[in-house]
């Protein structure tokens, strides 16, 4: 089977990863890639939102089947296109792409099926959305509609905040389009968590859970990043367990209500407080960095999920876990997730332990390894106890340097 996976992060580089486990899989094409990947994979210089570019390339190359791992290209409706063709392509339609393209859909989804949420009022103009802050408590939320790359969401301490917000997103135009609508909801405490879930023919079989880092500093300080750390498993209570359950089969029952045709992933982020789980959010695809934790767990054969997921196929049985802790620290150039400088060289990733697995989240290759992005890698290690991936995973950051680099101290301490 020839498989192209489309994307060049994390995320992308840990699911060809995993999926050059399979015997089924004879060649992994990535598009883009990035400067990890060309070690197995064979990078092509297609960017992940070229969907014409993605077709011709899918079709002169005979690719057998195609994981689309970013949110942009399934939302611009790469899987419509590509089975219109006759392609076999892992993840959600255009429609239902819609449930990380805006999230206004998905809060008015949540509310109309039941689904625990935050409280929210959405707004086009700038004047009104003023206008309604005195109606919630802070802190609260504010949210840009569209596309941010994980960076659209304001938490506001007061009112000035809250209008530093709206200010930047309506008249400073910082999110561009993906801000023409803003969504202000109350602010959820607790613990945040995510659930990532297999869909196929709309119903869920939910993978283990991850518990992701989004705040830059220590101690959950500082602005939303895509995420700077994560673990998993994270344990659920008897309750907890039966609540998230109750949340997945309401999901079902909306998608099969509104005649949706929901295949793919779908990743629902939670705020947990005494065993009771609210939707923070929806997106269509694996969540990154939660892929890079849960791809190394994983015992199942990825390709044969995938497969089967698309075919209808999937049973509960088929996804098959190791009983390993997973953490992942995520080193980020300096100034993310605000301006940073590119091509700093990395050094000392070839001193690194053997079991060790590192996913590069934005390098590239030109003569040497150079960062690329603001999450540059994502050092990743497997032990039998949080506190011994952990461990191992700390020990062999401090054993990678590049020109300012950063990460967090703190993960999987909690």
Known sequence: MKVLVIGNGGREHALAWKLNE????????????????????????????????????????????TVVGP????????????????????GPNKECAKFEKSKEFTKIFLEKYNIPTAKYLSFTDYDKAINSLDKFSYPLVVKADGLCLGKGVLICENKEEAVDALDKIFKERVFGSEGDKVVIEEFLTGEEASLLCLVSNNKLYPLERAKDHKQIYDGDKGPNTGGVGTYSPVKA????????????????EGFDKENLNYSGILFIGFMIEDDKPKVLEFNVRFGDPETEVLMPRLDSDLFELLNKTVDGELKEEDIVWKDDYCLTVIMCSGGYPASYEKGKVIEGIEDTDEDIIIFHNGTKLDKELLTNGGRVLSVTALGKTLKEAREKAYENVEKIHFDGAYYRKDIGTK
Request: include cysteine; glycine fraction near 8%.
């Open 71 to 90: 949110e942009d290209p399934l939302c611009m409706g790469i899987v419509d296109k590509f089975r219109e063709n006759g392609l076999k392509i892992f």
């Open 22 to 65: 399979s015997p089924s899989v004879d060649k992994i094409y990535l598009a883009k890639g990035n400067g990890g990947t060309s070690s197995f994979c064979e990078n092509v210089d297609i960017d992940p939102s070229d969907i014409e570019g993605l077709l011709k390339f899918a079709l002169k190359e005979k690719i057998d089947f």
């Open 237 to 252: 209570s008897d309750e907890l367990a039966k609540n998230l359950r109750e949340v997945c089969d309401k999901i079902e």
